[in-house]
Nanobody, 127 residues
Framework: QVQLVESGGGSVQPGGSLRLSCVVSGATSETFAIGWFRQVPGKEREGVAGISRSGDNAYYDASVRGRFTISRDDDKNTAYLQMHRLKPEDAAEYFC????????????????????WGHGTRVTVSS
């Protein structure tokens, strides 16, 4: 059974940094494209960043481009989301997700296509 577990969330001041981790178990992470999503109460889940199975291709939502970096270490079965220059509007529950069907060089920010989800880690940004 495939499971994803996020960690690394917390409370930071505006301008601060956090690194989220997503550990994949039950399968090797290289099997999956990985996406990071976030959600605030009352709003739909939105795609933040996606990385291909190969790790060579990544894509970012415009709201985080230049501040966030998605990466993966398949030797550790782990994906990461490094977040810098955090803003109050980045505050949300962050989820990682795994997609088995995407081709090796493809990514996606479409939540509906992802097969497996973690339970989330909360990020708070306030002064």
């Amino acid at each position: 059974q495939v499971q994803l577990v996020e960690s690394g969330g917390g409370s930071v001041q505006p301008g601060g940094s956090l690194r989220l981790s997503c550990v994949v178990s039950g399968a090797t992470s290289e099997t999956f494209a990985i996406g990071w999503f976030r959600q605030v109460p009352g709003k739909e889940r939105e795609g933040v960043a996606g990385i291909s199975r190969s790790g060579d291709n990544a894509y970012y939502d415009a709201s985080v481009r230049g501040r966030f970096t998605i990466s993966r270490d398949d030797d550790k079965n782990t994906a990461y989301l490094q977040m810098h220059r955090l803003k109050p509007e980045d505050a949300a529950e962050y989820f990682c997700a795994a997609d088995r069907a995407l081709s090796r060089s493809s990514w996606s920010l479409l939540a509906d296509r992802y097969d497996y989800w973690g339970h989330g880690t909360r990020v708070t940004v306030s002064s």
